[in-house]
């Protein structure tokens, strides 16, 4: 978190009550950057309370004259309230975009990262010479891996799997409206594909330790969604197991995991046998997936 909730501030009335006459659009958005809302944040929320898309961020500028109508700027308000309690900007719009997908999210699902798109890109790279790939991702939570990697690759089929019934319903949803065909399961990692093997089976696991201080940020999303276990490494190293039995051979198992988990993971990997094992940085630079190759053939 790059930004602090200023305390003691009377948030909300002071916006209704400076302005039970109306700010302006520029206003409104310099109010919520005074209060510790980063500037896109309070961009996206603003063109949203006015019903406008989150890439229309011009517009405020070229409006920022037009005074706000009530409700909206009391919408503004709530919302930027909201933001400032740490909620995802995601859960209070309503939607994500990954890999250049525009999902439904909420707080039934993970709110997707950027850095995962890292994952997408990575696991496209690795099945560049494979064709009609067989993938899979497990713990799809809003089917943002699945749902990339299908439109990435029509000749693909997808499987994803997670415990959560919730999570299976936003990614659902999210399949039909995108019309992207995915073939969703509900189940504890591959406990539900018993019998099939694949090109690669890609996660992004909860994989913060039960006792992260850093779960202060993330209070909104769902923990089973984050956390696993005393390292956070618990449900990886169940995956690492597991997912030998579900590979073809030469299959890559890709996995996202915690900024200091690299090395960790890569052993475990290591000891389990498969090969090639590396790994991958997230946009800030920070090695945030790793990786290798199943081969029967050693
Ligand atoms: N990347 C998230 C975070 O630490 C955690 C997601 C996960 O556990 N898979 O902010």
Not at 152 to 167: C, G, K, L, N, P
Not at 203 to 213: C, F, G, I, Q, T
Request: hydrophobic letters at 45%; proline letters at 5%.
């Amino acid at each position: 978190m790059n930004w602090m909730q200023p305390k003691g501030l009377p948030l909300v009335s002071s916006v209704e009550s400076s302005a039970a006459s109306s700010l302006t659009v520029a206003q409104a958005a310099s109010w919520a950057q005074a209060l510790g809302l980063p500037r896109l944040d309070a961009q996206v929320l603003l063109l949203h309370a006015l019903g406008r898309a989150p890439h229309e961020r011009a517009w405020l500028l070229t409006h920022g004259d037009d005074p706000l109508d009530a409700s909206v700027q009391a919408t503004f308000a709530d919302h930027a309230q909201r933001r400032l309690n740490t909620e995802p900007v995601a859960y209070i719009t309503g939607h994500k975009e990954f890999f250049g997908l525009m999902l439904h999210i909420d707080k039934r699902v993970l709110d997707p990262r950027a850095d995962t798109e890292t994952l997408v890109e990575w696991t496209l790279s690795c099945l560049a010479d494979v064709a009609q790939p067989e993938l899979l991702d497990l713990g799809t939570g809003s089917g943002a891996i699945a749902l990339a990697l299908k439109h990435a690759r029509s000749d693909a089929t997808v499987s994803a799997v997670d415990a959560s019934a919730d999570a299976l319903a936003v990614a659902t949803l999210n399949a039909e409206r995108l019309a992207l065909p995915v073939d969703f399961h509900h189940g504890t990692w591959l406990a539900p594909l018993h019998g099939r093997a694949f090109d690669a089976i890609v996660s992004n696991p909860p994989y913060v330790a039960s006792n992260d201080a850093h779960l202060a940020d993330l209070l909104h999303e769902p923990l089973s969604a984050l956390t696993s276990g005393a390292d956070g490494l618990d449900d990886i190293r169940t995956i690492v197991r597991d997912a030998t039995r579900h590979l073809k051979p030469n299959g890559w198992l890709l996995l996202e995991h915690g900024h200091d988990q690299a090395q960790a993971v890569q052993t475990l990997l290591g000891n389990q046998g498969f090969v090639n094992v590396q790994s991958r940085p997230d946009l800030a630079g920070i090695l945030r997936c790793s990786g290798g190759q199943w081969t029967t053939v050693k």
